[in-house]
């Protein structure tokens, strides 16, 4: 059992710093009545919001468009029991502004996927938890 001074709860910054740190993390949303959970590659925009680079005729496009969802990434190290996990929850929306699309095809996340054409999805960072382990500092 951990020492209670392993764990650190992260506060907003703290959580968003490490988020921008990370190259891929996980929506979590609803995919015909169930839960599902799709590993992306992602961006923290100016305004601390998620964004995702897609295809147009993605699943997850029409799943998530409108709707609140859950984003996490995290860093673990087996080895010393450390690492971080953030999540970020809140309504995602396709980016439909002409302006703001071009902005996010030049500065926005890179798919590692191949795509013909770009949608953007935006997700809100209404909520922002954060978690701190460091085995480091000892177990019982």
Do not use: C
């Amino acid at each position: 059992m951990l020492k209670n001074d392993a764990f650190r709860a992260l506060d907003r910054r703290e959580s968003l710093d490490l988020l921008a740190r990370a190259p891929v993390g996980r929506v979590v949303y609803t995919r015909q009545a169930l839960p599902a959970v799709l590993p992306i590659n992602f961006s923290l925009d100016t305004d601390a919001s998620v964004v995702l680079r897609t295809s147009p005729d993605s699943e997850l496009v029409r799943a998530i468009d409108g709707v609140v969802v859950a984003f996490e990434a995290d860093e673990f190290d087996a080895a010393t029991r450390s690492g971080w996990s953030v999540v970020v929850t809140g309504q995602a929306t396709v980016v439909t502004d002409p302006a703001e699309h071009e902005r996010l095809t030049l500065a926005g996340p890179r798919s590692w996927m191949p795509l013909r054409e770009a949608v953007f999805v935006r997700i809100e960072s209404q909520m922002v938890t954060g978690r701190e382990l460091n085995g480091s500092r000892g177990v019982l």
